[in-house]
């Protein structure tokens, strides 16, 4: 399945019972050159009380966080699949109630809890500079930057990265993903420019260890960071990687984010076997 370019396997627990994943099988799973390749891998079983849940797990085999993305996808695969009738759900994933909603045959709204954490304007020293920056935990870790606050050369004050096109994702992405300040569990990394009231972002995801085409809480974290910085009408829309956008609402209510809502697309790209 991909989520406006964040691809995952998807297992359904109905079709494979008591199918459970050692670390080692999620990192060959997701890996691009020898097997089906992936950002992450879905599990979907029944759940008492909700329609249904979802367990995610990152492409090194980790999990914990909230991926936004994979879990829109999930909510289209149960939505196809009637776990749940309507087009309003409520599921469990990583332990906590999420409800979502299909607006569309391929297009789906994921209904946040209020961010953990806000950090607005701080600084980062990292490519040897200090770099200024926000951060947003809405349901895992993610630092933000605008890459016009960004040196070309660490030496010449006068000169800053003025394309996200020509950013170095990977290398200042990794960097501050293992950056001291975020230890023991590092971070998610976005950066983003703003042109005519949209964003447009890549980011370095932990876990992929490397850039991905779309994320979601990555993008929820920038326009949280971005909107009332440059007054952007709300909802805020998203260009990703891919090409694809993505849509956050909110409402900012002194400071506390509440009604946080994502919107994007989510389909299935194939379906087949594999042997475990």
Same mark, same amino acid.
């Given at each position: 399945m991909s989520g406006a370019g964040n691809d995952f396997i998807l297992f359904d627990s109905k079709i494979n019972p008591e199918l459970k994943f050692s670390s080692?099988?999620?990192?060959?799973?997701?890996?691009?050159?020898n097997c089906i390749g992936a950002d992450g891998i879905l599990l979907i079983s029944d759940s008492d009380g909700h329609d249904f849940e979802l367990k995610y797990f990152n492409a090194d085999g980790s999990t914990g966080a909230l991926c936004a993305n994979g879990t829109r996808c999930g909510i289209k695969y149960a939505y196809s699949t009637g776990k749940f009738s309507g087009t309003k759900t409520t599921f469990v994933s990583n332990g906590i109630i999420y409800s979502g909603e299909m607006i569309g045959e391929d297009k789906v709204k994921l209904y946040f809890n209020s961010p953990s954490t806000i950090k607005r304007n701080?600084? #980062?020293?990292?490519?040897?500079? /200090? @770099?200024?920056?926000?951060? %947003?935990?809405?349901? *895992?870790?993610?630092?933000?930057?605008?890459?016009?606050?960004?040196?070309?050369?660490?030496?010449?004050?006068?000169?800053?990265?003025?394309?996200?096109?020509?950013?170095?994702?990977?290398?200042?992405g990794k960097e501050i993903r293992y950056h001291k300040d975020f230890a023991p569990h590092g971070t998610n990394v976005n950066f983003i420019e703003v042109h005519n009231s949209e964003i447009y972002i890549r980011t370095y995801e932990r876990g992929v260890?490397?850039?991905?085409?779309?994320?979601?809480?990555?993008?929820?974290?920038?326009?949280?960071?971005?909107?009332?910085?440059?007054?952007?009408?709300?909802?805020?829309?998203?260009?990703?990687?891919?090409?694809?956008?993505?849509?956050?609402?909110?409402?900012?209510?002194?400071? #506390?984010?509440?009604?946080?809502? /994502? @919107?994007?697309?989510?389909? %299935?790209?194939?379906? *087949?076997?594999?042997?475990?």
């Amino acid at each position: 399945m991909s989520g406006a370019g964040n691809d995952f396997i998807l297992f359904d627990s109905k079709i494979n019972p008591e199918l459970k994943f050692s670390s080692e099988q999620i990192k060959k799973l997701c890996d691009r050159q020898n097997c089906i390749g992936a950002d992450g891998i879905l599990l979907i079983s029944d759940s008492d009380g909700h329609d249904f849940e979802l367990k995610y797990f990152n492409a090194d085999g980790s999990t914990g966080a909230l991926c936004a993305n994979g879990t829109r996808c999930g909510i289209k695969y149960a939505y196809s699949t009637g776990k749940f009738s309507g087009t309003k759900t409520t599921f469990v994933s990583n332990g906590i109630i999420y409800s979502g909603e299909m607006i569309g045959e391929d297009k789906v709204k994921l209904y946040f809890n209020s961010p953990s954490t806000i950090k607005r304007n701080f600084k #980062i020293k990292a490519a040897g500079q /200090l @770099i200024n920056a926000g951060y %947003v935990d809405p349901g *895992g870790p993610h630092v933000v930057i605008e890459v016009k606050d960004v040196l070309l050369d660490s030496k010449n004050p006068k000169r800053f990265f003025e394309s996200l096109d020509d950013f170095p994702v990977y290398n200042l992405g990794k960097e501050i993903r293992y950056h001291k300040d975020f230890a023991p569990h590092g971070t998610n990394v976005n950066f983003i420019e703003v042109h005519n009231s949209e964003i447009y972002i890549r980011t370095y995801e932990r876990g992929v260890e490397n850039e991905t085409l779309a994320c979601g809480t990555g993008s929820v974290a920038a326009a949280i960071i971005t909107q009332d910085k440059y007054n952007l009408t709300l909802p805020v829309s998203l260009t990703t990687r891919s090409g694809e956008k993505l849509e956050v609402n909110f409402n900012d209510n002194n400071g #506390i984010i509440e009604d946080l809502t /994502l @919107i994007g697309p989510a389909i %299935v790209t194939f379906k *087949g076997e594999i042997t475990i």
